[in-house]
């Protein structure tokens, strides 16, 4: 019986006769049944796939717009987990300069090797010395029994700066069914046991879709895009760097109200913030990380770049700010600092 929800790690796990619930993520998964993937199930199948369908070729499709429109100028190396017989990674291929390597244990593998730059014929944890820029896997982990471990090997296959995109049935698969009875399918994710089981793995959610197409019965598919999450001190470092490119040098902050606070003071340390300026009176005076608060003023402050310290009423504060003859070449908001966030 599960003590502990295998994504959320919840402990007040629901256990049925052969499935398990968490009533936290919702994920639910088989157990006390004979698993029938065991026995090298799985590498004794072939052309599972009605390649010349159009349903096929529907889904194949739709899979290539999205990997396409995530494949950049430094994409490349590319993994498919459960690639069968490599026609996605034929797609890919055609169409950009990568690396396109396949993981498929199916006799399906012999095909993938005419089409892809390498198939690995075993699982991913054999692969060893190897990185890549993007990792695939549509309808491969709801077949998986340890399902962190796979998550796990993905990462440490990942570049720091990789992405992840994965695609399982939605619940059962179909709005109408409640359950997904399919023997080979040992887990039934949702939106939010995915989310979890990937963060538990130090990946970051970027974007969730539903009602990808995989067949008839499975056509509402949950579709996660996912990259290694940032440490505090990485989310500190590419905060910093934002402001760096936008204001390399010497550089006035105006308004020291709750933005202020919230978005510059945290970094104001390790900013070169000379001067730190305001329209209200009530502010001046104020001394704020060894600074006093100033009143604008164009012989003393003429010359620097300003920072607008709020995003609420930034339109009106530039405004003010031309009226005392500062151009807006002089400005930077904060929208340009955060926008600009990876």
Known sequence: MAECCLCCMATDVVNAE????????????????KNITENNYYQSLENRNDIQTARFQRKLLERFNAIASIITSNTKAILEVG???GDLGAMVKDKF????????????ALSAKQKLDHVFNDNTASIKDQKYDLILSFHVLE??????FEIKQWHR????????IVEVPNKAGHSLLEHDNNAEHLHQFSLQSLSCLLGQEGLAVQSATIGHF????????????AKPALTTEQKRQAILNNFKQKLPHSFAVYGVGGDFQNYIHPYIQSLPITFLLDSSEKQWGRVVADMRVQKYNADQHGNLPILIASIRYKEEIIAHLNQLGISDDRIITLDEIYDAAP
């Open 157 to 164: 296959l990942l570049t720091v700066t990789g992405t992840i």
């Open 18 to 33: 052969h499935k398990a619930t968490c009533p936290h993520c919702l994920h639910q998964w088989r157990q006390g049944v």
């Open 143 to 148: 077949h998986i029994e340890d399902i962190a």
């Open 97 to 108: 300069d990568v690396q396109y390597d396949g993981v498929e244990i199916s006799k399906d």
């Open 83 to 85: 690639c069968a017989e």
């Open 214 to 225: 995989e067949s008839a019965v499975y056509n509402d598919s949950l579709r996660l895009v």
